[in-house]
């Protein structure tokens, strides 16, 4: 989930993040940043296909890469005036994911939220994808049913050299509305008893990926934060970004100095998630003040926003 859904009105939410941008006071990070190549040659078409919250499917070379996928979108009331409770039960519907996941062959989990998780071990099992995540995640996806045997555990600095593709891990932290995170902790040694709640769903430690797979650089991170020393001199073709972060010191201006200006940036988890897939993303009020940050912080850079399940194939 994201720091936004502790925060109790859209109002408050949209006005706090325009504040955050507006008051980072990092003057000339774009002279900072050092440009990727001005044009990219593909050697393959590279497809990302939006599947709602941080969910993308991601396609090249005969290959598929799934990140965080969850396609049941039960009701939560995160982005309620409540927040969500967290005794709502987790649910994984295969009638809600099957029309839109079909083969893959890997799955990244960024961090172990029910926004994030929940759909996984019905995805790995029905696809026999390869699963990377923590140790945390690994054992609430045993704990929650899978039977897949393909989970590969890492810590983040892992590097992983595949037919067409490699997949980088790096280190990373999860936002933190007002400093506290949420759902927190860690599901060490033997997998927890099975997971009900939301609550039960802990962030497991959180994870970035770097993807390259036809020439492409693709870079995501599972919530409105980093950290920037673990990923500092990277240089992403495209950034698949989050609005928020206002509990992040100027989450926007320093993310594009440590990784400098992408050719693409494309907004992930902008979306209202109690919101059906199936319509328009309603816009959970993040989204204006992020297009306006990256576009200070990385003027060189094209905004591309996608809609439910819409693809964006990169040139
Ligand atoms: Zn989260």
Do not use: C
């Amino acid at each position: 989930m994201s720091d936004s859904a502790f925060l109790t009105r859209r109002r408050m939410l949209a006005a706090s993040a325009a504040g955050a941008v507006a008051a980072t006071g990092v003057p000339a990070v774009a002279s900072a940043a050092v440009h990727a190549e001005p044009s990219l040659s593909p050697e393959t078409d590279v497809t990302l296909r939006w599947l709602g919250n941080n969910s993308w499917e991601i396609t090249g070379a005969g290959k598929t890469i799934l990140i965080d996928p969850w396609l049941t979108r039960f009701w939560t009331g995160t982005y309620t005036p409540e927040g969500a409770s967290p005794d709502i039960e987790i649910e994984s519907d295969p009638r809600l994911i099957d029309p839109y996941i079909g083969t893959a062959d890997h799955i990244l989990v960024t961090h172990g939220h029910y926004d994030h998780l929940t759909d996984v071990p019905y995805i790995a099992d029905k696809t026999g994808a390869m699963v990377i995540g923590s140790e945390s995640h690994l054992n609430m996806i045993k704990a929650l049913g899978a039977r897949t045997d393909k989970l590969s555990l890492v810590r983040g600095g892992e590097a992983f050299q595949h037919e067409g593709y490699t997949i980088e891990v790096f280190r990373s932290s999860h936002s933190a509305g007002g400093g506290k995170l949420p759902f927190p902790g860690t599901r060490p040694g033997k997998p927890p008893k099975r997971p009900k709640t939301i609550a039960d769903l802990v962030e497991g430690d959180s994870l970035a990926y770097l993807i390259t797979i036809g020439g492409v650089r693709i870079m995501n991170f599972g919530s409105s934060n980093y950290i920037a020393r673990e990923i500092e001199g990277l240089r992403p073709d495209v950034i698949l970004i989050q609005p928020g972060g206002t509990s992040t010191p100027s989450y926007v201006p320093r993310l594009f100095k440590a990784l400098g200006e992408p050719r693409y940036v494309i907004p992930t988890h902008w979306d209202d998630f109690d919101e059906p897939l199936t319509e328009e993303a309603v816009d959970w009020g993040g989204l204006a003040a992020l297009q306006e940050a990256v576009a200070q912080a990385s003027p060189r850079s094209e905004w591309v926003k996608i809609d439910h399940l819409e693809r964006f194939t990169v040139r």
